[in-house]
């Protein structure tokens, strides 16, 4: 079992330029650096936050980066003078400082598209750290996703655009669990970022790692003893299966997986449906269905998974791909 001395410490550096342009022209909406901070916890224990960038042109943007304890480093336009290239050597500079004085720091996290900063990337690789990099998928360098040691896509972190808010205080459970499908999702989610990155889970890693992404994550709020009395709960209801006792693994039950590959599988039979309506139509279908409740961060992984399981076909491009029932699976 993983002990909390075994966890990884990260140190995390935005080039925040890159991102909030990007994000911006690419996506239509403002960085956000929750999704990274969700993702990061299911990884480590995020200890060193830094984001550079001419803060005059990104006031607004402040306030976000502070609540998630993020040390903001101004790098002030000059006359005749490039602001990019001066936060781009700074920022390298400063992760090279860290990676030589600190060396209980084992993960690196580079977030930028910017291929200028691949040198970096190769350095902290050469120092025997692991790098992870993050940017936006369109101004992503094609240059720098090969050069890290895993890349993920801002695009892919965040939530869809027709997701319902997602509501930040829990509510009390009644006697037959929790009420807020929300408090659900938290685990599954985490559990299935922890099982894709380290593969087996055990109780005392998950919970770890939910108070490393909500802090303020309490199991008493919901109505159950203790964190064992919650997952034994989820259990239950078939979200995740338990294995072993004290502090047994824990796995994301198949059950609700295959009903909803049934659900899937009589939609697609009266034929394709577009990939922008396909959530629509499943919700038509079952009220209740929600990807985050099986162990999906968005919609769009949710998708990429039922791909790869061979349950649905994806054609076409950008908004005009298409969802069918692959050959052979159609009813």
């Not at 042109?57 to 000059?78: C, G, N």
């Not at 400082?97 to 720091?105: G, K, P, S, V």
């Not at 055990?202 to 108070?211: G, H, N, Q, T, V």
Request: proline share 5%.
């Amino acid at each position: 079992m993983a002990t909390d001395e075994q966890v990884p410490r990260i140190a995390v550096f935005l080039d925040y330029e890159n991102l909030a342009i990007g994000a911006k022209d690419n996506l239509g909406a403002a960085f956000d650096f929750g999704p990274v901070a969700d993702a990061l916890a299911e990884r480590g224990r995020v200890i060193h936050r830094k984001a550079y960038a001419d803060w005059s042109y990104f006031d607004s943007d402040r306030r976000m980066l502070t609540r998630h304890q993020v040390e903001l480093i101004d790098i002030p336009q000059k006359m005749g003078g490039s602001r990019k290239n001066a936060a781009d050597i700074k920022m390298a500079i400063d992760a090279i400082e860290l990676a030589l004085d600190r060396e209980y720091i084992t993960t690196f996290v580079i977030c930028t598209g910017d291929s200028d900063l691949s040198p970096l990337v190769q350095k902290l690789r050469e120092l025997d750290r692991q790098v992870i990099g993050v940017g936006v998928r369109k101004s992503t360098s094609k240059l720098l996703p090969p050069a890290c040691d895993e890349f993920m896509f801002y695009d892919n972190l965040v939530s869809d655009s027709d997701d319902e808010p997602r509501p930040k205080r829990r509510g009390k459970s009644d006697d037959n669990g929790p009420t807020s499908t929300t408090d659900i999702s938290l685990v599954t989610s985490t559990l299935a970022g922890l099982s894709s990155s380290s593969g087996t889970v055990r109780s005392s890693s998950l919970k770890r790692a939910l108070l490393r992404k909500d802090p303020t994550f309490s199991e008493a709020e919901l109505g159950f003893r203790n964190f064992g009395a919650l997952l034994a709960h989820l259990a239950d209801k078939g979200l995740v299966e338990l294995t072993g006792s004290g502090d047994p693994e824990v796995v994301l039950s198949g059950v609700s997986a295959e009903a909803v590959d049934e659900l899937l599988t009589k939609l697609l039979a009266d034929g394709p449906v577009p990939l922008t309506g396909l959530k629509t139509a499943l919700r038509k279908r079952n009220p209740d269905f929600n990807e985050r409740d099986l162990g999906y961060r968005n919609f769009n992984s949710f998708v990429t998974a039922a791909e790869v399981r061979g349950v649905i076909k994806v054609t076409g491009k950008d908004d005009a791909r298409m969802v069918a029932a692959p050959k052979g699976r159609r009813r």
